[in-house]
């Protein structure tokens, strides 16, 4: 799954609408792109690190499928917003 930004963002949160996903937030701050950290803010768990969910080019973000079952991947129906 592809989205098309315009921008490079340096925040990044989504959470699936039609499951009980958590949210997912990633930021320049920990890295963002390939092997980035994120954080999950319904949670009080710490960072998990070397996720690899995504990789940013050119103003477009790039999902990778099949790096967490519960995240980011390309069933169902996705909020998210994201910052330059």
Request: aromatic share 12%.
């Amino acid at each position: 799954v592809t989205v098309n930004l315009g921008f490079t963002p340096r925040f990044f949160l989504a959470k699936k609408r039609d499951g009980s996903a958590d949210w997912v937030l990633f930021d320049s701050v920990r890295g963002i792109g390939s092997n980035s950290a994120r954080l999950r803010p319904n949670k009080s768990d710490a960072q998990y690190s070397n996720m690899n969910a995504f990789s940013v080019s050119g103003g477009n973000l790039t999902i990778n499928n099949g790096v967490d079952d519960r995240l980011l991947n390309s069933s169902g129906n996705w909020i998210y917003y994201a910052h330059a």
